[in-house]
């Protein structure tokens, strides 16, 4: 029977094999506690697209593609700029061929019918019951193309424009006008005196009032149609701008491109600059020319047109008082420094005055014969009746009443001839000045037609063609 060793010592030899010591862990991060935790921060899609863009820049195929990028949006804003600016100034063209201008011109004509209509009363009043159906068709004629024009006036005005109230105002006081108007010839072919004064309130409603108030129509019109040119004629500088960016950027790719793999040409990039020419070139010849022909329209049509439209209205507004002076007969006086004058006939004076200055600056702008011959002939009939006008307050001032009338309102050398001839002249005139505007505005309006959409159609053509040329030369890394 074998017995084991009651010591504790190992037994020396060939034992179990001795583990290696295990080195020191560090201790666990402490937990923090539930809910506590801090998440780290995510990156946003525009920084991880931002390394994305480094990194590709930092190869050539990446390279290309950001440049045919940047190329095809530079050939795009290019086109849409050129169109929206052209957009506008095409529109601002059509405006002041078929809207503005004419609405200035029936503004001017509502003054006209009124300041005619007033002189036209005058004449038949004087008349008495001899008044000619020709006076009174006149008359008649006047207040209904005032209506009329009033109507269209209203019809292309804002609501709660200020030319609106202006319009609204005119139509309420035409009526009363001439209510007043048809009691002093009732009163006058009665023989009562008080038809007279009945004749001077309706001209002071007239002068005081109704004229004032289209006179300011017809200058907010002017305003308008000068705002339409202001529109219509400035250069559109943001689209020549990156017209000439777009074709620098494309002759720097085209260089690049060049440089590294020694071809001259990349079919893709001539198609882009190309068009891009194009369209600048367009623009830039497209616009000067309308633009040369709107301020044509402008110089030698709507200056002519106003300068004529103010003769017009002077010349009325020197009948019509010339007529009231004989009407009034001394009742109306005016107080000039010391001196004491005819208040109807101190105007006359100063209308006939304005007459002959707005004459001059009218021949003086006018271009050609067909122009100035009328107006000419209008100075002519002006100083006659100059004359005839001294000789019939020459007979009223010596008390030959009917004398001076029949110099006024007579059948032969009467002073009503004159302004009849003045009349005419100035009427032919404005018609040959509408003429040169419409041919004038009408050549700058046709200039600028197809322009907006033809750039935005080769601008997209010009786009795809930088894209394809750069997608060719990308072709070559695959």
Not at 205 to 223: F, G, I, R, S, T
Request: hydrophobic share 40%; charged share 25%; glycine share 8%.
């Amino acid at each position: 029977m074998t017995h084991l060793p009651t010591s504790s010592t190992r037994p020396t030899g060939r034992g179990l094999p001795t583990l290696p010591a295990v080195p020191a862990q560090p201790a666990p991060p402490a937990q923090a506690p539930h809910g506590s935790a801090e998440p780290q921060p995510r990156r946003t899609a525009f920084a991880e697209g931002l390394d994305q863009l480094r990194a590709a820049a930092t190869t050539e195929p990446g390279r290309l593609r950001i440049i045919g990028a940047l190329l095809a949006l530079l050939v795009v804003a290019f086109g849409a700029v050129t169109a929206w600016q052209m957009t506008d100034r095409a529109a601002a063209a059509d405006d002041v061929l078929t809207s503005s201008q004419p609405l200035s011109s029936d503004a001017a004509d509502i003054y006209r019918s009124l300041a005619d209509a007033n002189t036209a009363a005058s004449s038949g009043f004087l008349a008495g019951g001899q008044e000619t159906a020709a006076s009174r068709d006149r008359y008649e004629k006047d207040i209904r193309t005032a209506a009329e024009k009033l109507v269209n006036a209203a019809a292309n005005s804002d609501p709660d424009s200020p030319s609106a109230a202006t319009i609204a105002k005119l139509n309420r006081l035409l009526p009363e006008y001439k209510g007043l108007v048809e009691r002093a010839r009732t009163y006058n072919r009665q023989g009562f005196p008080v038809g007279g004064a009945y004749l001077r309130y309706a001209n002071e409603k007239m002068q005081q009032e109704m004229l004032p108030a289209a006179e300011d129509l017809y200058k907010k019109e002017n305003q308008r149609l000068r705002a339409d040119y202001a529109d219509a004629t400035p250069y559109p500088w943001a689209a020549i701008a990156l017209g000439i960016a777009a074709l620098a950027a494309l002759a720097w790719a085209q260089h690049r491109n060049y440089q590294r793999t020694n071809r001259v040409l990349n079919h893709g990039l001539v198609a882009a600059t190309a068009t891009a020419t194009v369209v600048l070139l367009w623009l830039v010849v497209g616009h000067s020319v309308a633009r040369a022909g709107l301020n044509d329209s402008y110089d030698h049509g709507v200056r002519s047109l106003n300068v004529l439209h103010d003769a017009r209205i002077a010349s009325l507004k020197a009948r019509g008082n010339e007529n009231l002076t004989l009407v009034a007969r001394g009742a109306e006086t005016k107080k000039v420094g010391e001196e004491t004058y005819d208040a109807y006939d101190y105007d006359f004076r100063t209308d006939i005055n304005a007459l002959g200055k707005y004459l001059a600056a009218a021949g003086e702008l006018a271009d050609d014969a067909s122009g100035e011959s009328p107006v000419t002939a209008a100075v002519g009939n002006m100083t006659e009746w100059k004359k005839r006008h001294t000789a019939a307050r020459e007979q009223d001032e010596k008390g030959n009443y009917q004398q001076a009338l029949d110099k006024v309102i007579g059948t032969e050398n009467a002073t009503g001839e004159c302004f009849d001839g003045v009349d005419e002249n100035l009427r032919t005139a404005l018609a040959h000045e509408e003429t040169e505007f419409k041919r004038a505005a009408g050549d700058g309006r046709d200039a600028l037609t197809g322009l907006s959409a033809g750039a935005a159609v080769l601008a997209v053509l010009g786009a795809a063609g930088a894209v394809l040329g750069i997608g060719r030369r990308l072709s070559e890394y695959r």
